[in-house]
Structure formats: C-alpha cells, structure tokens
T-cell receptor
Framework: EAQVTQNPRYLITVTGKKLTVTCSQN?????MSWYRQDPGLGLRQIYY???????DKGDVPEGYKVSRKEKRNFPLILESPSPNQTSLYFC?????????????FGPGTRLTVT | GENVEQHPSTLSVQEGDSAVIKCTYS??????FPWYKQELGKRPQLIID?????GEKKDQRIAVTLNKTAKHFSLHITETQPEDSAVYFC???????????FGAGTRLFVKA
C-alpha cells in the first residue's frame, strides 16, 4: 500500500531533550516536506527536500533540522525542543521534485514539550 | 514574504446549500493551487487542484475557479452533505518553486 508513515504518533517530552520524528514513504517520491499545524495558523512549512542530500528552509525552520540521506526517509530533528514547538507535525511527499504537485501527507505526530 | 489569505475562517451551511471559500495569494509567480480537506483527527488530503493556465475546474460537486489578474482563487461546493464537514486549506506554489504556502484554513459545518 502506497503511504507516508511517521513515528512516533504522539510524544510528550521535556525542554531541551533532543528528539527525532521519523518520516518514510514507499512511493519513490522525489519531494518531501515537513509542516507544523497550529490552530488559526494553518499548515506552515518547516523544511523541504527536492532530492537526496538536497534540503532547504521553509517558512518556520528555526529550532529544527532535517536530513535526506535516502530517498524514502526524511527525519525531523529537534536538537533542543522548547514549549513553543508544541504542535501537530505532518510529513508529506510528492512525485515531482518541485512542490507543484499533489502532496501525500503522513498521519501526523502530536508533540508536547513541557 | 509570500502569503495566502483564506476566508472565511468558519462557515456554517444547511445541508443542500452551496459553500464558497476564497483565497488570495501574494506571489504572482504562483502557478499551482491545490485544495486540501482535513477531517477531524485525520491527515489533509487533496480534493482538487488547478494550474494557472486554467480558469476553472470541476469534479462532481466541487469546483475551483482562478483569477490570476486579481490573484484570487475559490473553492465551490454544491449540494453540501454532512460528510463535507471538515477543515479546508488552500495553498499556492510558485512556478519552478519548491515552497508551498497554505492558507489558515476554513472550518466548514454542514447542518443536517
């Protein structure tokens, strides 16, 4: 089944404790992206990747890191999480290396930083 | 920077009525305009999209119109049903670009 998966689905952590949210897709998609969703703000793009080893900042990259060592995986890293990073996070992938095509979203990761 | 404004933030309609959601974008280089539906507790899913070389696109009860001159695009849902209740997001992506800018979302309630 073609899909985007994220792990964990729920995470409660404390300020400053490094964490990684994994994202994997099995559709051989070139483009992958991370978004955060906050009430009243919609989906805001954190980072995106056009291909292996090629990543760039979205609108809200501060406090996040990403890597794209393999085509199928695009982990999101929070080196020192803070309470303002409490949010619902979605990973997405798209066939084209450009963003101008349908994006397939993962199930979401709800992160709480205390 | 680029932004997409979406209105209204909340929309309540009676079953069978039409619903219209409007978006305005700032980057004139945008050429791809998707609409995503997000049901409660679920992931966003594409319902329809339009490119800048097309003015209107329909798919059964949903349609999208684009006015590039005014930098507006709208989602139209006819004969609304309770299962249309969800949050709808518009988005814009520039030509040859990689960033996707989403609107803040519209929560649609369809009353039976």
């Amino acid at each position: 089944e073609a899909q985007v998966t994220q792990n964990p689905r729920y995470l409660i952590t404390v300020t400053g404790k490094k964490l990684t949210v994994t994202c994997s897709q099995n559709m051989n998609h070139e483009y992958m992206s991370w978004y955060r969703q906050d009430p009243g703000l919609g989906l805001r793009q954190i980072y995106y990747s056009m291909n292996v080893e090629v990543t760039d900042k979205g609108d809200v990259p501060e406090g996040y890191k990403v890597s794209r060592k393999e085509k199928r995986n695009f982990p999101l890293i929070l080196e020192s999480p803070s309470p303002n990073q409490t949010s619902l996070y979605f990973c997405a992938s798209s066939l084209s290396r450009q963003g101008a095509y349908e994006q397939y979203f993962g199930p979401g990761t709800r992160l709480t930083v205390t | 920077g680029e932004n997409v404004e979406q209105h209204p933030s909340t929309l309540s309609v009676q079953e069978g009525d039409s619903a219209v959601i409007k978006c305005t974008y700032s980057d004139s280089a945008s050429n791809y305009f998707p609409w995503y539906k997000q049901e409660l507790g679920k992931r966003p899913q594409l319902i329809i999209d339009i490119r800048s070389n097309v003015g209107e696109k329909k798919d059964q009860r949903i349609a999208v119109t684009l006015n590039k001159t005014a930098k507006h695009f709208s989602l139209h849902i006819t004969e609304t049903q309770p299962e249309d209740s969800a949050v709808y997001f518009c988005a814009a992506t520039p030509t040859g670009g990689f960033k996707t800018i989403f609107g803040a979302g519209t929560r649609l309630f369809v009353k039976a």
